[in-house]
């Protein structure tokens, strides 16, 4: 069975103090939730301007869209630089094989 403990009584100058130490951080905790506030109706309004909407899963989906088109167009690019590599070669065995018979 836990034993119980009666609180210590505090002085009206502890309570002040303690009074104080918790306004402070009232006052603080509002500030911040106001600066905060005020950043995301920033980042809202610069999400429509930018991006045509400020809607979280908008968002989420235009940028999985994003990803998707440049992956597409990161393999097409790929591909081009792989048919230019084997064009290269086989114009180097053409000019090998030409350079032979001379």
Known sequence: MPIQTTPKLQTIEELRKRYEELNEKKITAAANHETARKQLTELKATAKEQWGTDDLEELRKKLKDMEAE????RRE???QLDKIEADLKEV??????VQTRN
Not at 70 to 73: D, H, I, L, Q
Not at 92 to 97: I, N, Q
């Open 70 to 73: 440049n992956e597409r167009k």
């Open 92 to 97: 180097d065995e053409k000019f090998a094989r």
């Open 77 to 79: 690019y790929q591909g």
